[in-house]
């Protein structure tokens, strides 16, 4: 088997998954593409996304730390079964194996882009999650709860081959209470990498409004992995001296021992909303509370290994 890893939340899940099944020979690789899309990544113009840059190099460290074994581009075999976390590009090496798709965490709103993309037939990537499953090239499509399954069998994927298994890393939320994190009782705000992926934000609104909910509260800012650090602490700064800035650490745990969550568009708030925590974002919590991730122990990824047995059957 072929784990194809991408952002670091993706690359643990593959791993998550990779654990229960012990009697395969398993390969993992960084996320990747073909044509124009490997030519950009190889020139490093594309390390804004899962395809290179800071994303890649987690990717990379984890892989090595964990002492996985590496088939970059999955060139070495000839795989009977692929897992994968994302199919906006799906490599022409994968494509007629038997493939399965894990949800990664919250989907892109259907702006725009996505009419645009489904309109016109354009590269799916073009409109991010917001087309996840739609490239139909899977045999399982595993996904994170009930509400979901709605979601993407309303956008056209096939029910027969969607199985709502959960979601490794979100599914045991009350797991990350027990952690050290030296701080309790903030408000913390989890900021986006939306520039980083040319869309609109209003950074400085999003400080303001992170210090009118916290109302006098200590804040801690904790930074998406893929935003430019230094441009994002110069912002704070200038507008939130007190607040503590983290470029790093466990984003879970934080949430574990905050009193309130700020974000934009996030998969965060789902642990966030399963831990009780107060939550503010750019989706009202009706919607995020019918999205949900199940939360079933920390069994998803016992479950979609048995997937990968049966199609492997």
Not at 176 to 182: G, L
Request: proline share 4%.
């Amino acid at each position: 088997m072929l784990f194809i890893g991408g952002s670091l939340n993706q690359t643990t899940m593959m791993h998550a998954i990779a654990r229960h099944l012990p009697e395969h020979e398993l390969s993992f690789s960084p996320f990747y593409g073909d044509g124009l899309v490997r030519l950009l990544a190889d020139a490093g113009l594309l390390g804004f996304t899962i395809l290179g840059g800071r994303p890649r190099q987690m990717t990379e460290a984890y892989l090595h730390e964990q002492g996985l074994r590496l088939d970059y581009r999955g060139g070495s075999h000839e795989y009977d079964l692929v897992v994968t976390g994302t199919d906006l590009i799906v490599p022409r090496n994968v494509r007629g194996k038997r493939l399965v798709l894990v949800q990664e965490g919250m989907t892109d709103p259907e702006d725009w882009r996505y009419r645009m993309v489904r309109r016109w037939r354009l590269p799916r990537y073009l409109a991010n999650t917001s087309m996840t499953g739609l490239s139909h090239a899977y045999d399982r499509f595993c996904v994170a709860s009930d509400g979901y399954r709605e979601l993407f069998e309303r956008k056209g994927v096939r029910p027969d081959r969607m199985a709502v298994t959960g979601i490794p890393n979100f599914d045991h939320a009350a797991s990350y209470r027990e952690n050290d994190f030296a701080h309790r009782g903030y408000v913390l705000a989890a900021t986006s990498c939306l520039r980083e992926t040319f869309k609109p934000e209003d950074r400085p609104a999003f400080i303001r409004r992170v210090l009118e909910i916290a109302a006098g509260r200590s804040v801690i800012f904790k930074l998406h992995p893929n935003e430019r650090v230094g441009r994002a602490e110069r912002e704070i700064r200038r507008l939130a001296p007190r607040a503590l800035v983290l470029a790093s650490g466990n984003t879970n745990h934080m949430i574990a021992n905050c009193d309130v969550l700020v974000t934009r568009y996030s998969s965060v708030v789902y642990v966030a909303l399963a831990l009780g925590k107060d939550v503010y974002a750019d989706v009202d919590r009706e919607t995020l509370r019918r999205l949900m991730p199940e939360q079933n122990g920390g069994t998803s990824a016992r479950r979609i290994a048995g997937i990968c047995r049966e199609l492997l059957q």
